[in-house]
């Protein structure tokens, strides 16, 4: 009976070992992990944004407040910057012969819409009195959201080519 018992227990450890991967895991140690940019998950997304202090200022904390106010300002467009440039990454051989200039502003402004429901999670000074800010935006399904941006003439990927969408 005992062993019964003991095989029924490991049994249940197991299967709730198998069914939880490594997803918990690896969720709990992207908590703590200020330090890698881009896409931790299909739902999050982390900037790391560096201020460094103006040449002129001396002393620490004054260092530190002139790196602070030479970051903060300007997260939130360094972050659409960063989502742009992986949004078009994504995109490949899809933009050819699509002039930039008629998508970027309106790709840009629904990429701030996804920026401004992210938020500062952290901020570290560095040994050279720069800042390091953190932002992040979480949402279900970030990545497939931002990736599938689409713009006027380009194809849809489904069997279609520039001539037959712009035509």
Known sequence: MKKIILLSH????????????AGPEYLRSLHNDYTTPGF?????YQAVITGTPDENV???????????????????????RELYTEWKTSRGSHLEGIP???YRKDVMG???DFVDRGCVVEKYYNRDHSISVVYRIHAGNLRDKIFSIQVPGEPT?????KDATSS
Not at 40 to 44: A, E, F, R, W
Not at 157 to 161: L, P, Q, V
Request: glycine content about 8%; aromatic content about 0%; charged content about 30%.
């Open 10 to 21: 490991l049994l249940v450890a197991v299967i709730v070992l198998v069914s939880c991967g």
């Open 110 to 112: 629904k990429l701030a």
């Open 40 to 44: 931790l998950n299909p739902d999050l």
């Open 58 to 80: 001396r002393g620490l904390v004054a260092r530190r407040e002139s790196a602070r106010m030479n970051a903060l300002p300007r997260v939130k467009e360094h972050v659409i």
């Open 157 to 161: 990927g489904k069997g279609e080519d």
């Open 100 to 102: 930039e200039e008629n």
